[in-house]
Every structure is written in structure tokens, then in C-alpha cells.
């Protein structure tokens, strides 16, 4: 068997954070976006004419709803990759989390 070969090794490793994000790189980085719109109109007419009285009536009513989210979601960035990304986007907050 020559030097420049590799033997394999069963034995269990186990890396560091700092090490996994070297072997993993990267960040996951997810944009979701969603709009709702809705329209409602309403419209009553009433008049009535009859000897010596008048009487006329009139509703309308309107009602419009327009809402959007745009939500950017990143995980599994390095303090370096979230410095980086916000300059891209502006002010990032980081949450601490473990599952």
C-alpha cells in the first residue's frame, strides 16, 4: 500500500460549532411573501312619493382591506454572515435559540 492512500477510519468525530460551520458553510435564507385583499360595497335606495309627503332614502356603504407581509427569515448564519447581510438589508436582530 503506497503513503498517499487513505484507510478508512470507523471511529465517531466529533466537531465543534466553529468546525461544523467550516465543513457546512453557508446559511439557509427563506422569503416569504403573502398578500390579502378584499372589497366589500353596499348601495339602498329608497323613495316614496305620496299626497303631501315625500321621503327619499340613501345608504352607501364601502369597505376595502389591503394587507402584504414580506418576511426574510435566516438561519444557521455565522456573526460574520449576519454583519454582511445587514449592510445588504439594513438592521438584523439575531435570536439566540437551540432545539
Do not use: C, W, Y
Amino acid at each position: 500500500m503506497s503513503d498517499d492512500e487513505i484507510t478508512p477510519n470507523d471511529e465517531a468525530i466529533e466537531l465543534s460549532d466553529e468546525e461544523l460551520d467550516d465543513v457546512a458553510g453557508g446559511f439557509n435564507l427563506q422569503f416569504t411573501s403573502a398578500r390579502f385583499h378584499k372589497s366589500t360595497r353596499g348601495f339602498s335606495q329608497q323613495t316614496s312619493r305620496r299626497r303631501g309627503h315625500h321621503s327619499t332614502r340613501a345608504t352607501f356603504h364601502t369597505e376595502t382591506i389591503d394587507s402584504s407581509l414580506f418576511q426574510l427569515t435566516i438561519t444557521d448564519a455565522t456573526t460574520e454572515d449576519l454583519k454582511v447581510l445587514g449592510e445588504l438589508f439594513g438592521d438584523i436582530s439575531a435570536l439566540d435559540g437551540s432545539a
